[in-house]
């Protein structure tokens, strides 16, 4: 094994031990890392902002994704960064490198009508019970898909309404449960098909927790009932949960929390659907707004 290999083995173990990064991350950092080491021909440790530079030029060259390419450069910057910790270099070369600015698309969400049309359906068999569980517990408690995949009936507690989280990087976090959310849970349970705390929530016939793709077409069946409309998918609702919120309470930081973001940058992004709304509501109401300009106000 090459110097190079050994300090990129040696990386992807403190990734793995210390910062509890996922089996998709580390194959991702990996292979990000190598690409690299692999256009520098020559010892990875002795990397310059030269070569640095030249790779994202190369990279630019092979018409790859301003986000691809930003994401090759944050998983370098992090290597290096990792062996400037070890004492391996002196200077971190990745740091004066510029990424391309990404145009950062702002996520669709539903509106509050919406969801409670959603919503609005009165489960008639257990199957059904089960997925306005699932449902609530993405709108009305914000968790990712995986979040649901993975509870077990005793992250419960419906007496203080609240459930436990492990969300990323082994993080555990306490949500608030609404009452429609405690209601539903509440009916599932009571045909739960076991009674005992360590089970999955929801489980498959085979007693393993119900899979993302049955979530991901049950989610998709609803919404062509209730809304008639097949685009919505589970992260849409996670969406439209912090959207709701910042509009009704403006606490970003709070959000942030209730989230399970490390960091508040990626929450600020419902500051920007928060303002998109308003605007939308001014344009719609306001008598200097450019839709009503040459209109008379009759009040």
């Known amino acids: 094994m090459s110097e190079s290999q050994t300090f990129v083995e040696q990386y992807l173990r403190y990734l793995t031990v210390v910062r509890n990064c996922s089996r998709h991350t580390l194959n991702a950092y990996k292979r990000e890392i190598c690409k690299f080491s692999d256009f520098l021909q020559k010892p990875i440790a002795q990397g310059t902002p030269q070569d640095v530079t030249a790779f994202i030029s190369h990279l630019r ?134 009674a005992l705390s360590n089970t999955p929530l929801f489980p498959s016939k085979n007693g393993a927790p119900i899979s993302p793709r049955t979530i991901q077409k049950r989610l998709k069946d609803i919404a062509v009932t209730q809304l008639g409309d097949n685009s919505l998918h589970p992260h849409m609702l996670r969406h439209s949960y912090a959207t709701h919120m910042l509009e009704s309470s403006g606490d970003l930081r709070g959000i942030q929390e209730l989230l399970g973001h490390n960091d508040i940058s990626t929450t600020q992004i419902y500051t920007h659907l928060d303002f998109q709304h308003l605007a939308s509501v001014y344009d719609k109401a306001h008598p200097r707004a450019k839709s009503n300009v040459g209109k008379t106000d009759k009040d």
């Not at 290096?80 to 702002?106: C, F, G, H, M, W």
């Not at 517990?137 to 007496?159: K, N, Q």
């Not at 989280?165 to 209601?183: A, E, F, S, T, Y």
């Open 61 to 194: 060259h092979k018409d790859l994704s301003s986000k691809s390419i930003q994401r090759n450069l944050s998983a370098i910057r992090s290597f290096y960064s990792y062996l400037l910790d070890q004492e391996v270099i002196s200077t971190n070369p990745a740091t004066i490198a510029r990424s391309p600015k990404v145009k950062r698309r702002l996520p669709k969400v539903l509106d509050t009508d919406q969801a409670a049309r959603l919503l609005d359906f009165q489960p008639q068999n257990p199957k059904e019970k089960r997925d306005k569980a699932i449902i609530e517990l993405l709108y009305g408690s914000g968790l990712r898909l995986m979040e649901v995949v993975a509870l077990s009936i005793e992250d419960l507690d419906l007496a203080d309404g609240f459930v436990t989280v492990l969300g990323k990087g082994n993080k555990v976090r306490q949500v608030p449960l609404g009452r429609l959310c405690i209601k539903a849970l509440h009916e599932w349970i009571a045909e739960h098909p076991s």
